[in-house]
């Protein structure tokens, strides 16, 4: 099972190469793994900086922390281009967005990392204390046997201030013949009419559809031992 932390900040568009040079860079120089970082994802959307941090297991069993050895360095490196998203941020853990609903395939033996698994990061806005009501509706829909048809194999939603992350992961057969992604069926205008009071585009004027939402990866690392 793979623990995960996510962070949301600002970015400044189109600096994804760079951002991504850097931890390239104290990726390989250093040892994440040593402390528990089994593999990270960077991912945009419009001025969004979306980072997925891998863990062995939850730091706060394990104790294990910290983040990257050369994390001052790396925050240096990166704050022209990366800056806080909360209005009231005082410290860096004030940027690491909240847990509030995870669901994983009761039939789905096999773990997150392991080959054969897609994992997709939607973002959106949501109504400040609406968590609890969107955490609802997507369980009611992951108790029956829609997940499985789809091929999704775990969902994780996290919010911070208003803004609202989807992990959605599913197996890589599941996305190669497009299973579930017309969004006009049905049962996805049933999910989406429940979900619109809570749920909204983060950026409306660029809105077209779903496929808006679906964040950008630029860089991913993952430990080889």
């Given at each position: ?26 990726d ?23 980072h ?50 995870s ?7 096999a773990p997150?990392?392991?080959a ?89 004027e ?20």
């Amino acid at each position: 099972m793979v623990f995960r932390n996510v962070i949301v900040c600002h970015m400044v568009p189109g600096s994804e190469g760079i951002v991504g040079d850097v931890f390239g860079y104290y990726d390989k120089t250093t040892r994440p793994q040593d402390l528990g970082v089994i593999g990270r994802r960077l991912l945009s959307l419009d001025d969004l900086y979306i980072h997925v941090i891998e863990r062995r297991a939850d730091p706060r069993v394990s104790g294990q922390t910290r983040g990257l050895p050369a994390f001052q360095k790396i925050a240096e490196a990166i704050a022209p281009y990366v800056t806080p998203y909360p209005r009231n941020w005082q410290n860096p853990s004030d940027s690491v967005a909240k847990e509030f609903y995870s669901w994983v395939s009761a039939a789905d033996s096999a773990p997150p990392e392991s080959a054969g698994r897609n994992l997709t990061v939607i973002i959106s806005r949501i109504k400040p204390g609406a968590e609890p009501d969107v955490a609802r509706i997507f369980g009611e829909s992951d108790a029956g046997s829609l997940p499985v048809q789809l091929g999704v194999t775990g969902r994780w939603l996290y919010s911070i201030d208003d803004v609202y992350v989807h992990l959605l992961e599913r197996t890589d057969a599941a996305v190669a013949d497009a299973t579930g992604q017309d969004h006009d069926q049905p049962v996805f205008a049933k999910i989406m009419a429940e979900l619109s009071p809570f749920i909204s585009p983060y950026n409306p004027e660029t809105w077209r559809g779903p496929q808006d939402a679906v964040a950008n990866e630029y860089y991913r690392w993952q430990a080889d031992d």
